[in-house]
């Protein structure tokens, strides 16, 4: 029996991307997103250039410590 793999393109415009749809807490996902990262586990740079959504006042934090960290 010959099994033959299928390969579908995705579309190009963006209306078949997925919403985000599950709420998480940063404090569930930093410590996962860690592990991960430190682990180098490959499946996770898939997901590199996935958007994600924080609050105004995260951000700002997040860009003022940006802004003051010493460069290399």
């Given at each position: 029996?010959?099994?033959?793999?299928?390969?579908?393109?995705?579309?190009?415009?963006?209306?078949?991307?997925?919403?985000?749809?599950?709420?998480?807490?940063?404090?569930?996902?930093?410590?996962?997103?860690?592990?991960?990262?430190?682990?180098?586990?490959?499946?996770?740079?898939?997901?590199?250039?996935?958007?994600?959504?924080?609050?105004?006042?995260?951000?700002?934090?997040?860009?003022?410590?940006?802004?003051?960290m010493p460069?290399?």
């Open positions: 029996m010959d099994s033959a793999l299928k390969l579908y393109q995705q579309p190009d415009d963006d209306s078949a991307a997925q919403p985000a749809t599950v709420r998480v807490c940063l404090g569930d996902l930093l410590p996962i997103l860690a592990l991960l990262h430190r682990n180098n586990f490959a499946w996770l740079r898939d997901f590199v250039d996935d958007e994600v959504v924080i609050t105004t006042d995260l951000y700002e934090i997040l860009r003022t410590f940006t802004d003051r460069s290399a």
